[in-house]
């Protein structure tokens, strides 16, 4: 952050006269925006003056396929050029081939000046797609405020048929304008509020925070309902005499109060992914801040440098919480779940881009991803996510650690009960999903499109409205669930509380499906397995998040512990902040 201030202060400047660099960057099909390769991958011509070397600035934008190249073309501030031919393409049979195929495909290449980024279509068909056109004049009219640029357009002209060997000479202008753009707003452009801002954006929002009311007010009202009720029952069961309350029907939660405390089946696996989505939850949510604070999209690359460089930071927190629920379930591979935990979601998200990599390599595309970046990503996950897990870890394990349940584990688990249908752990599960993901979908139409289309998505404040609504929603939904769950005498309540949240993501992933066939024009293996891939990563990612919830749910367990006094309906709410709160006030 320093150093993109530093950059924002004093090498934005200009005096007269000096050199502007024109950088190209990637052309590729209109549809497939992942799809890019470098700009002179097209038979393109280089302009006259010496190449200037760049160097990947940011983590990000190596990652991100950012290859800046120089364009060759004078221009220096505030002096205006005619139009000049800076260089010719000889057009053989190959080139002429290439730049075909580029028009038919809808290329377009994207260049930089000044960090403000330009965009040009290579060329056009005519109506009946035999005759090719290239657009071999570029006007460039640039706005200054000051001794800063603030405003760039390019128009493309100069219509030229492709002919094989033929020469075709290549031509710009620049004409400098003066602006009243204030520098800090100068992206300000490139945003379309027209569409983040849309009707349905602000009523989708609306919408949600309505649902939450309405479903918070259902669960406190029917949770103490039948709280209250359930306890009237085991309070009136409780002074029968032992004779008759052995042959009084007793059922519902209070029953499984010997098994709620059983280990997870796999607690490894379980703590780990518990652990991990924290993790993602905090990341999610300082970066959003961040990205509310700073206008991270004007800078190529930086929003990702900023969420890489936040994972790292927090892996405690994966160890931490990883690690205590670990110990609480009475798990003594504490090394290997530490492992587990810190390397599965790295572990995913470069398992599909190395997987994307080869492709991207087949394909020659720009998004191929630089031994170099691999090798220091690589060593940001053993250098610095893992030394911090440990730490989180041997502090989650010290500090709450201890399995200090309120009642005993029954030595012999209790037989489950045969149940209806809607009872069962699987349907409880995928039903748990359809609130979390119907208070999200029209953010994910909104985020998509900025990320699979050209759109820059800057309205930070909707999406953290948008998570906090989706934690609430889950939390209500999670408790809703474990309820029914206990109620119907069935203790393994663990992992059913987390995967009924976590299956948003399977239901925010049949979405990405119909976002690709209905509203994108996306084409080619290379832009589909991106697709797929990195749809699978962020709806895994969104579903461990959601499943992290699992906490904040210890309220049911506490209820199913203590005795029947009607003031725990209030500790019910102070639990649901923190258990241990929980625990203390009734010590
Ligand atoms: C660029 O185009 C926009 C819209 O046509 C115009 O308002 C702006 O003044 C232009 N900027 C320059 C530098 O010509």
Redesign the pocket.
Known sequence: LPLSLMTALFLLQYTDKEEVVLWMNTVGPYHNRQETYKYFSLPFCVGTKKTISHYHETLGEALQGVELEFSGLDITFKEEVMQTTYCDIELDKPKRDAFVYAIKNHYWYQMYIDDLPIWGIVGEADENGEDHYLWTYKKL???YNGNRIV???LTSEGKVKLVPNTRIPMSYSV?W?K?DVKFEDRFDKYLDPSFFQHRIHWFSIFNSFMMVIFLVGLVSMILMRTLRKDYARYSKEEEMDDMDRDLGDEYGWKQVHGDVFRPSSHPLIFSSLVGSGCQIFSVSLIVIILAMIEDLYTERGSMLSTAIFVYAATSPVNGYFGGSLYAKQGGRRWIKQMFIGAFLIPAMVCGTAFFINFIAIYYHASRAIPFGTMVAVCCICFFVILPLNLVGTILGRNLSGQPNFPCRVNAVPRPIPEKKWFMEPAVIVCLGGILPFGSIFIEMYFIFTSFWAYKIYYVYGFMMLVLVILCIVTVCVTIVCTYFLLNAEDYRWQWTSFLSAASTAVYVYMYSFYYYFFKTKMYGLFQTSFYFGYMAVFSTALGIMCGEYKKTKSLLRDVTIHSTHDSIRFMILISRFDSQFFFFFTK
Do not use: P
């Open positions: 009219e640039i706005g405003d760039v357009n004409k304008k602006s």
